[in-house]
């Protein structure tokens, strides 16, 4: 015998609003799991017969300014908070000129009015600013594996990434320890495997991990505000070049989600 942790309920649930969301033909993905990486739902795409592929688990798309998560961890690594004052207006790096997307800029503003609205040349100063490399060790340490660039860009999701470790990344997060690794089975015999699941866990300092959630929460009343619920909730939007790919990552209780449209 060999239990999952599948939740029947969940997964009929995340294959109804997948099934009947008004998509026009576009394809969608979507990841819940628990905040210790228990994977309860997954769906794919819109139709496992049209298309057996896994975009939950073996797309890589770009994660656009859900990728955000991991430069502001860099810097309230570095020392800021969410009331830090931050510059809002057009910036060029080494020839790059990145823009917000509303093509709107406020100055001077604190940290977490710029996660909010999800500035991106806040986003690139602060890629400036901690360190590339900062950024990327961030990434990492959540449990992203999978290839980064090591330039500015990357502050406004340019590297790809799968939905369930951009998920599983969330989760961390949430939990406050990490990296959580999303994990499909329970009661497996083999104790050791269950134990390296946890082996080198580490678990967030508190004011960062305080702040984080902050930011998060602040971002469901910004760009996220289509997500809001009658309870806490924390999340990211995300829009990749060209608006090829959505994202949404958040938690609300125990459930962590990842959708991709």
């Known amino acids: ?139 990492r340490d959540l449990g992203i594996t999978t290839p980064i660039a090591n330039e500015a860009t990357i502050g406004l999701g340019t590297s790809e990434v799968s939905l369930l470790e951009l998920t599983a990344a969330f989760a961390g997060v949430s939990e406050g320890r990490y990296p959580v690794q999303p994990h499909g089975l329970r009661n497996v015999a083999d104790k050791s495997w269950y134990q390296a699941l946890t082996d080198g866990q580490r678990t967030m300092p508190r004011r960062i991990h305080d702040d984080m959630l902050t930011l998060l929460a602040a971002s469901v009343r910004g760009t996220g505000r289509a997500a809001a619920l009658s309870v806490d909730a924390y999340g990211k939007t995300g829009t990749s070049q060209s608006g090829r790919d959505a994202w949404f990552i958040g938690f609300a209780g125990d459930l962590v989600v990842g959708v991709w449209v």
Request: glycine share 8%; proline share 4%.
């Open 1 to 139: 015998t060999v239990k999952t942790t599948l939740d029947r309920g969940l997964q009929s649930t995340a294959e109804r609003v997948v099934r009947q969301a008004s998509l026009r033909g576009l394809q969608a993905a979507v990841v819940a799991m628990r905040p210790d990486g228990e994977v309860v739902a997954m769906v794919g795409g819109r139709d496992y017969k049209k298309s057996p592929f896994n975009r939950a688990t073996q797309a890589m798309r770009q994660p656009g300014s859900t990728f955000k998560l991991f430069v502001y961890l860099a810097a309230l690594r570095a020392g800021m908070s969410p009331d830090t004052i931050v510059d809002d207006s057009p910036v060029e790096i080494a020839g790059w000129k990145p823009k917000n997307d509303d093509g709107r800029y406020l100055g001077d503003i604190t940290l977490r009015r710029a996660f909010q609205r999800s500035s991106n040349v806040v986003a690139a100063r602060l890629t400036q600013e901690v360190g590339v490399r900062n950024v990327i060790r961030a990434a």
